[in-house]
């Protein structure tokens, strides 16, 4: 509440700033989303990415990781779905098309953040700075395989064949007939409440949980906290590989540069403001696609990067409101081994430094 | 090859690397200060479009050069404050700083000069000979007033990090916030005085980002601000290394835009780019840098 | 000596002070006074409220009820930085220093000397510090960085800063935990010397030898108590006894020795020769060895810090052996080199199982349900159906409230404990080690706790307690040893004296005439003689 008041007076302050009426621009806000069907099948898909995204930064979340990659693992993995998409989707019907794109997209997402899960559980680099280092080298990377590996000239793959494509809603939806809304939507809808319901049940997702919130218990009592947080972020490395069922199977296409940037990073504010569970996290999702979409209908008037001035307000409001009430377990989880409570000695302890964390066997034979 | 090794890639080296190097040394004073700092890139942009804005305004390279200054101080402050005094997690506060940054200076690009991607030119200090190579470029990158500022910064900060009463206070609560309490310091205060320091540092890459290109552009940090969090981990919270690794950084990009000028863009010279990520990645993997890192960093201070 | 003039050590007291964490009350009505130009001594159990008294002086911790006076005034505000502006400076058990800044910049961080510009003078702390090193004869090493130093010489430092400081009081936590011999008569050569100027000074030990030979007053506490003071110069024959009594308590340990566990009954769990290292490149244990026979329950006595958690650890597969190896039912296990993770389950399995003492830290995660936390460590590979698991470990012991759906944070300690305990005992066991097994725990509960180690014990276990209590140990062992600097100095059996146990723990070489019988590593170490009664 505290969020959404102070994110709607720094609204009505910049609309106010461009010299418009705060109600206006509100309206034409409202009619470019919730307002029409159109409106709303543009919402759900601009949702669909930030739905993934921030389940993915939540998964890691849930097990203690920032797992700041999200965006150059979606990158990555998106690229892949474009450059196996024209062959696939030509060779295959849908059935058997969709998902080896998809899945060859989310395994090249999962490797990546397998990557930065080896590195820091087996080698102590902290997540963060491993993931900040690998989504520049996807930067870097990404335009050179387009221009080199697969001779692009205008940085974008082919056409994906038409077995690789995911129908629109409007198949089943009329109203959201000319809207960039796919199946993706519903299908992430399906994924967030399959994990939720895997972190809940399976051992595996139990013991992330229990990971995220006390490693040394964890430890002491045999579970492999190595293990687990590689798993984690193979998971959300993963999850985030299915982005491009969204943005390439289901509206450009095709893979160009720059598809999809910013829903990782917009994650972690889907993420932080859902983190009560699965209806909170769609929820925040749809808020941020609604902002991410009420930008563009207000373009005219007031430049839609208003919108992420607004997200990056309620990003700090919600942290300042779970910091003042103390949040919970999830959020708390601190770089480094903040979750490791109890640990008297700050001499040998207190080292968790950002860049090198201590690998998880905490003593070793010298 | 005589082309590449030339006055010129000198010149565009120091170019290219004061911004980098600036952003690093802010990073080291937040760091050593104990700040997980990833908000570098969105200080470099608000300074850059706080100085062009400003000296666009009222015609004047200082003024435009004190705003960029003093947005810098601002922002690097307030993100020591949201870290130190209301708990929030340094990452999300960095990551919505830099986005805060990023569509901020877009929307103001819009509000101000009614354009998406740059603004107006400004004049910017004018010092030097006029030319674009050789010595005359050289003598140019040399005695721009915002790289001799910059040099200065760079330089003094291991100093006034050793041999100052701040720079011994924000060393120790960097290295052991229970401690630096213990001896009576005002760990979150003191942090917050390191992330100002920081941010002025830093912005003086954005102020010279900003003026070498006599315009903001969006976006147009580019990325620099995470190579220079690079560039602090590779040299171990040292200002000085920091600095060094920036001036190799610079030389490898210059080098690259020489080669590129010399094969017709090779896509390949691109990949050069990759150096800085790859190696910090694998010293940390490697373990090279370990325990380099202040021991207090992210941590408060306990009970 | 006089080049600073006398230090004038103001008079410090607590009256009635009070000092509660949650349901625990660490000092209860405390009324103790420091006098200038004394050495006072405070003594007592873990967990006596030693510390916390000293805090209370020093404005580290503000007392529940009661009051503070420095000089004959209430402490106001009750600050460390207000306390040391009176003159009043806290040395802290963990040294609170900064391991890369030199001894000079440590010295004088928070009080730096500076010139125009806020430059460090570090010539000037430096002419300071040495002159204040040649009045107290505190040598310690200015230039290199701290982590480089010793221990003593890091201990040294925090007094010589607390000194800079114009601390005319000095309050020591555990000074001597972790000094060698020499460095401890070096220590209270200064602290002498200091007082011979007139500073207060108190000093918080375990060691009765050191309060003998260098104290000039001492105060004994128990349970948040006084239970004994004396406030002369105490130099008198059996005095060690009876510091001995007044530290452990009264208390008549309930005689009852568990039924006795015949000869050859076969070795459950042996430890031969182990040497484990700390982090800090330390002896944890230094060749430690025992043996367990199978029905036996084997108490282990000491001083804490004392290697009890490396025991704990290295059993329980979480701390490699650097020398040594680990027994089960005459089966070696290994090292515990690999994935501490598979070596725990791998012990487990063997039937080794492992209570570890820090409950928040190692056994329980608050904020987690308790019938997660009663198969914590356990998933996939649990015999019975999970909630038929649950419900069973569930109904070990009665659980308050009986709801398993409930945080394990919400919990009382006891049951916390209860819950701990029947995770554990539920597992088919061979050897269980149980350290700390009631702290923090009612009385109630503890008694409950107990039973269930000698019940199982009683079924063939081969069992292990580790505990601060030597009442409990005294009531529930068939053997007790004791563990010191990482070896077993001596064993004893269950009805010896207090002051035999505690001398051994407390490594009393004094004029006592109850001296415990050491047994070296020489006897330790040859097989068989740990197992002999």
């Given amino acids: 509440m505290f969020a959404a008041a102070g994110a709607l007076l720094v609204f009505n302050l910049v609309v106010a700033a461009f010299g418009y009426a705060p109600r206006d621009t509100l309206g034409a806000a409202f009619a470019g989303t919730w307002g029409t069907a159109y409106g709303t099948g543009q919402v759900l898909f601009k949702a669909t990415p930030l739905l993934l995204t921030g389940l993915a930064f939540h998964v890691a979340l849930r097990c203690g990781l920032f797992n700041i990659g999200t965006e150059g693992q979606l990158a990555l993995g998106a690229l892949v779905a474009g450059w196996l998409g024209p062959s696939v989707g030509a060779a295959f019907p849908p059935l058997l098309a969709v998902p080896l794109v998809v899945g060859a997209s989310v395994t090249t997402a999962a490797a990546l953040g397998a990557l930065a899960g080896f590195m820091r559980a087996r080698l102590g680099v902290h997540e963060i700075i491993s993931g900040i280092m690998l989504n520049r080298c996807v930067d870097v990377f990404l335009p050179w395989v387009l221009v080199v590996g697969l001779g692009a000239t205008a940085l974008r793959t082919d056409d994906i064949g038409a077995g690789a494509r995911l129908p629109g809603l409007e198949v089943w939806v009329p109203a959201f007939s000319g809207s960039a809304v796919s199946v993706a939507f519903p299908g992430a809808v399906v994924v967030t409440g399959v994990v939720y319901l895997w972190l809940e049940r399976s051992v595996a997702g139990r013991e992330m949980r229990w990971v995220g919130l006390s490693p040394t218990a964890c430890g002491s009592q045999g579970v492999d906290v190595a293990r687990r947080r590689i798993q984690a972020m193979v998971l959300s490395g993963g999850l985030a590989g299915l982005v491009c069922a969204g943005t390439v199977l289901g509206y450009k296409g095709y893979y160009e540069l720059g598809l999809g940037a910013g829903a990782g990073f917009s994650g972690i504010a889907v993420a932080m403001v859902g983190r009560s569970g699965p209806v909170a996290l769609v929820l925040a999702a749809l808020a941020f696609g609604t902002l991410a979409q009420a930008g563009l209908s207000i373009n005219a008037q007031v430049p839609k990067e208003a919108m992420s001035v607004l997200e990056a307000v309620v990003i700090l409001l919600v942290a300042a409101a779970a910091g003042v009430t103390g949040g919970d377990g999830a959020t708390r989880a601190t770089p480094g081994d903040g979750a490791e409570k109890g640990d008297g000695d700050g001499a040998e302890s207190g080292a968790a430094p950002l860049a090198r964390t201590r690998p998880v066997p905490s003593e070793r034979v010298p | 090859m005589s082309e590449i090794l030339s006055l010129t890639t000198v010149a565009e080296t120091w170019r290219i690397a004061v911004p980098y190097a600036c952003a690093a040394v802010g990073g080291v004073w937040a760091e050593r200060s104990g700040v997980i700092q990833i908000g570098l890139e969105g200080v470099l942009l608000s300074s850059a479009f706080a100085s062009v804005a400003v000296a666009h305004a009222t015609g004047s390279a200082p003024a435009g050069l004190f705003a960029g200054i003093g947005v810098g101080v601002i922002q690097s402050a307030f993100h020591g404050w949201l870290v130190e005094r209301t708990k929030i997690d340094a990452v999300v506060s960095g990551i919505a700083l830099n986005l805060l940054a990023y ?31 050789g010595w005359q470029l050289l003598l140019r990158a040399l005695f721009d007033p915002v790289a001799v500022l910059a040099l200065i910064a760079v330089v003094a900060s291991p100093w006034l990090l050793q041999r100052t009463r701040l720079g011994l206070r924000v060393r120790a609560c960097g290295e052991h916030p229970t401690a630096a309490q213990a001896a009576g310091l005002d760990v979150a205060r003191t942090r917050i005085v390191a992330l100002a320091v920081s941010g002025a540092v830093c912005a003086l890459g954005g102020v010279h980002l900003a003026f070498d290109q006599h315009r903001f552009e969006a976006g147009m940090s580019g990325g620099r601000g995470f190579i220079a969090l690079a560039a602090v981990v590779l040299s171990g919270w040292r200002a000085g290394r920091a600095a060094v690794a920036c001036l190799a950084f610079g030389l490898l990009e210059a080098l690259q835009i020489g080669l590129q000028s010399l094969f017709r863009a090779s896509p390949a010279a691109t990949l050069v780019q990759l150096l800085p990520y790859v190696a910090t990645l694998l010293v940390l993997a490697l373990g090279i840098g370990r325990g380099a890192a202040p021991a207090g960093i992210g941590r408060a201070p306990e009970t | ?32 006074d420091l006098l200038p130009g004394r050495i006072h001594a405070l003594v007592g159990e873990n967990g006596a409220g030693k510390s916390t008294a000293l805090k209370m002086l020093a404005g580290y911790v503000t007392p529940t009820s009661g009051d503070v006076y420095v000089d004959g005034r209430p402490l106001t505000p009750l600050s460390p ?20 800044l030199s001894g000079l910049e440590n010295l004088v961080l928070g009080c730096e000397p500076t010139r125009a510009g806020g430059r460090l003078d570090l010539e000037r702390a430096r002419r300071e510090a040495e002159a204040l090193q040649v009045e107290t004869g505190l040598t310690v090493p200015l230039d290199p960085p701290v982590r ?55 000093v918080v030990t375990h060691r009765l030898d050191e309060v003998v030979r260098f104290c000039d007053e001492l105060t004994v506490m128990r349970r948040g108590r006084r239970a004994l003071s004396e406030m002369k110069r105490i130099d008198e024959p059996g005095l060690a006894d009876r510091l001995t009594r007044a530290i452990m308590g009264h208390e008549v340990a309930p005689p009852a020795v568990p039924s006795a566990v015949s000869d050859d009954a076969p070795v459950g769990l042996a430890v031969v020769e ?11 244990l230094d060749r430690l060895s025992c043996r367990v026979r199978a029905g036996e329950i084997v108490g282990i006595a000491g001083v804490e810090g004392n290697g009890q958690t490396e025991l704990a650890r290295a059993l329980a597969g979480l701390m490699p052996l650097a020398s040594g190896w680990v027994e089960l039912r005459g089966k070696r296990l290994d090292h515990g080199t690999g994935d501490p993770a598979r070596a725990v389950q791998r012990r487990r399995d063997a039937g080794l199982v492992v209570v570890h003492e820090d409950r928040h830290r190692d056994e329980m995660i608050l904020e987690t349900s308790v019938a997660e936390n009663l198969v914590l460590g356990d998933l996939g590979r649990l015999p019975d159906a999970e909630p038929d698991t649950v419900a069973r470990r569930f109904g070990i012991f009665d659980v308050r409230p009986p709801d398993p759906e409930q945080l394990g944070g919400a919990l009382s300690g006891g049951n916390q404990q209860k819950v701990v305990m029947a995770r554990h005992l539920d597992r088919p066991l061979v050897a269980l080690v149980a350290a700390q097994p009631t702290r923090g725990v009612d009385i109630g509960t503890a008694r409950i706790i107990r039973a269930a180690l000698a019940e199982r014990a009683a ?33 004893l059996p269950p009805t010896a004296s207090e002051q035999t146990i505690g001398q051994a723990m407390l490594g009393h070489t004094g004029p006592s005439s109850d001296r415990a019988p050491e047994i070296d590593d020489v006897a330790t170490t040859s097989p068989g003689a740990a197992d002999g009664r």
């Avoid at chain 3, 182990?274 to 944890?284: C, E, F, I, K, S």
């Fill in chain 3, 81 to 100: 930085r207000r306390a040391m502006s009176l003159g009043v400076g806290m040395v802290h058990q963990h040294f609170m220093l900064v391991p890369p």
């Fill in chain 2, 103 to 133: 569509a901020a200076t877009r929307m103001a690009l819009r509000a101000l000069y009614d354009s998406s991607s740059n603004s107006p030119s400004i004049g910017g200090f004018e010092v030097g000979p006029r030319g674009a190579e």
């Fill in chain 3, 459 to 491: 079924a063939g276990a081969a069992v292990v307690v580790i505990s601060a209590d030597l009442n409990e140990l005294r009531g529930l062992s068939h053997r007790l040893l004791v563990l010191r600097q990482g070896r077993i100095v001596a064993e």
């Fill in chain 3, 274 to 284: 182990a040497t484990a290292l700390r982090p800090d490149g330390r002896r944890g």
């Fill in chain 3, 148 to 202: 480089n130093l010793s221990v003593g010489e890091q201990q040294r430092l925090e007094i010589l800063r607390v000194l800079y400081r114009g601390a005319r009081a000095i309050l020591l936590d555990e000074p001597t935990a972790v000094l060698s011999p020499v460095e401890v008569e070096e220590l209270y050569r200064t602290l002498g010397r200091i007082r011979d100027r007139g500073a207060t000074i108190a």
């Fill in chain 3, 1 to 32: 000596m006089t080049t600073r003039g006398a230090l004038a050590g103001p008079p410090l007291s607590l009256r009635a002070a009070t000092k509660r964490y949650g349901s625990v009350t660490a000092v209860a009505g405390l009324d103790l």
